[in-house]
């Protein structure tokens, strides 16, 4: 007759069992992790898309696909995004099929999230065009020379020597007049990326620090290589999501006319109480875009459609 093998029991000292239990991290503390840097730019930094433009108000596009996921949002639903700044929302919806309705008041912010959310391209035909832009712009550029910037306000003077700042300046008029329409926007948003980049001033967020002087890059190389960023970023997208439906609207959030009230899900990050001007951090892109010339005009055509997130701004 065979007998049952022995029941072999093992037992943990309390020692090993206690080190085993708070090895082991709790649903809550796995939850935190996760989350850690959700309501930063941190993941967003170096992720495709998202990484073409580094808004510190922007939040981490993991917290989007989070909540999606959380609340099984499919192709089929749709999304919306009030405040939704740089379209990391939207960026998100359209990589999973999704289609999405964003509003954003600040023009120069609105533009980025536009640029980064139209993925219907002929990537050909985009490539052709920085190929030969670029090929141009290095045949040409030695006629920056001739660029006069006594007219941009200090802030943007004091970011870039002269020399820069005059190549900057050429490019922007060169994708003014000779880039085909349809790629225009995106050019511009390449070279308003690119800023930054290139400046010999600290321009790390949230405040531009004239006198901290870095070393400084060259304008036209910063600019190339952020267009042969986008460009990839943009093939990256898997085909079958190029086309999905995406609405960003310039606006004010608190009377938009969307075209539609109904939405499966509503994700937003507000402009909180945080002293944090959206205007007055977006001065340099702002300036040499030509949206302003002073800080009284950023005020009347930006800060004005803003909501006020500044408590300096309140009078009790
Ligand atoms: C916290 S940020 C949102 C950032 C966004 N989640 C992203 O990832 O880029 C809030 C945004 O609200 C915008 N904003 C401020 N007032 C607004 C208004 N009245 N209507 C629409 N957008 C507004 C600001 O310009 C800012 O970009």
């Known amino acids: 007759m065979r007998h049952p093998p022995k029941k072999?029991?093992?037992?943990?000292?309390?020692?090993?069992?206690?080190?085993?239990?708070?090895?082991?991290?709790?649903?809550?503390?796995?939850?935190?992790?996760?989350?850690?840097?959700?309501?930063?730019?941190?993941?967003?930094?170096?992720?495709?898309i998202h990484r073409w433009f580094q808004y510190p108000a922007g939040f981490s596009y993991k917290a989007v696909n989070y909540i999606l996921d959380q609340h099984v949002i499919v192709p089929g639903h749709t999304v919306y995004d009030p405040f939704v700044g740089t379209g990391t929302t939207i960026v998100v919806c359209k990589q999973r099929g999704i289609e999405s309705y964003g509003v954003e008041a600040h023009p120069f912010v609105h533009e980025i999230a536009e640029v980064k959310t139209d993925w219907d391209i002929n990537f050909k035909a985009l490539r052709e065009e920085i190929q030969n832009t670029s090929l141009r712009l290095e045949f040409?550029?030695?006629?920056?020379?001739?660029?006069?910037?006594?007219?941009?306000?200090?802030?943007?003077?004091?970011?870039?020597?002269?020399?820069?700042?005059?190549?900057?300046?050429?490019?922007?008029?060169?994708?003014?007049?000779?880039?085909?329409?349809?790629?225009?926007?995106?050019?511009?948003?390449?070279?308003?990326?690119?800023?930054r980049q290139a400046s010999a001033a600290a321009?790390?967020?949230?405040?531009?620090?004239?006198?901290?002087?870095?070393?400084?890059?060259?304008?036209?190389?910063?600019?190339?290589?952020?267009?042969?960023?986008?460009?990839?970023?943009?093939?990256?997208?898997p085909p079958e999501f190029r086309k999905t439906p995406s609405h960003i609207i310039l606006g004010d959030a608190r009377n938009?006319?969307?075209?539609?009230?109904?939405?499966?899900?509503?994700?937003?990050?507000?402009?909180?109480?945080?002293?944090?001007?959206?205007?007055?951090?977006t001065r340099l892109e702002t300036y040499f875009n030509g949206y302003a010339s002073s800080w009284g005009d950023i005020t009347e055509k930006v800060r004005k459609k803003l909501i006020v997130s500044a408590t300096t701004g309140f009078i009790s």
Request: hydrophobic fraction near 35%.
């Open 140 to 195: 040409s550029i030695a006629d920056a020379e001739r660029e006069d910037v006594s007219h941009l306000p200090k802030l943007v003077r004091s970011c870039f020597s002269r020399h820069n700042l005059q190549r900057l300046l050429f490019i922007r008029s060169f994708v003014q007049q000779s880039v085909s329409k349809r790629f225009q926007k995106l050019f511009f948003v390449a070279l308003t990326c690119a800023l």
């Open 256 to 281: 938009s006319k969307l075209p539609s009230s109904f939405f499966n899900l509503g994700f937003t990050s507000p402009p909180y109480l945080n002293n944090y001007d959206y205007a007055d951090r």
């Open 8 to 48: 072999v029991t093992y037992r943990f000292s309390p020692k090993t069992q206690k080190l085993v239990r708070e090895s082991i991290p709790t649903y809550a503390e796995v939850e935190k992790k996760i989350r850690e840097n959700f309501g930063t730019f941190a993941d967003s930094k170096n992720a495709p």
């Open 203 to 237: 321009t790390g967020w949230p405040y531009i620090a004239p006198k901290k002087r870095i070393k400084e890059k060259d304008g036209l190389e910063a600019f190339i290589k952020q267009l042969y960023r986008m460009i990839e970023d943009l093939e990256s997208v």
